[in-house]
């Protein structure tokens, strides 16, 4: 009788996680506009995730959401230059996702012209979570706007 309250208090743990990480990349109070990537294994694999920011030029700020599933213990997250299926240039490393159905958010500062880029052509960037089993990424995806 125990596994139906347990796992009813259970999902309602993750649904409340899921609210509070959702929070700091999509909040309207950081100001800015939104970019979202959706994150998948390149290789086919179960990782999953997401990317929720709000960009700020003006202020040279950004703040953001991370949500990772299925993947090993994350070892750097970072927004590169690049285009769809390719790893470009790194040119801002992001606050890492502890581990496996984990999520990261944080707010920091940003060069006012990768801001600017970023919000231009969201497309020309890729978010990338790395673990020790996938250096090139174990989950990435474009961003857009």
Not at 75 to 82: D, E, K, N, R, S
């Amino acid at each position: 009788m125990r596994t139906p309250i347990t796992s009813g208090l259970m999902a309602a743990g993750v649904l409340a996680l899921a609210s509070a990480a959702s929070a700091q990349g999509d909040n309207p109070r950081n100001g800015g506009q939104k970019l979202i990537a959706t994150l998948t294994a390149p290789d086919g694999g179960d990782g999953a995730g997401l990317f929720e920011a709000l960009v700020n030029p003006a202020t040279e700020r950004i703040c953001y959401t991370i949500t990772a599933g299925n993947i090993d213990k994350a070892t750097v997250a970072q927004i590169h230059a690049t285009s769809a299926g390719e790893i470009g240039d790194p040119v801002l490393t992001l606050d890492t996702p502890d581990g496996d159905d984990d999520d990261s958010e944080d707010c920091q500062d940003i060069d006012a012209g990768l801001a600017q880029a970023l919000l231009a052509h969201p497309e020309n960037y890729a978010v990338n979570v790395r673990t020790g089993a996938h250096p090139r990424g174990a989950i990435r995806g474009q961003l857009r706007g």
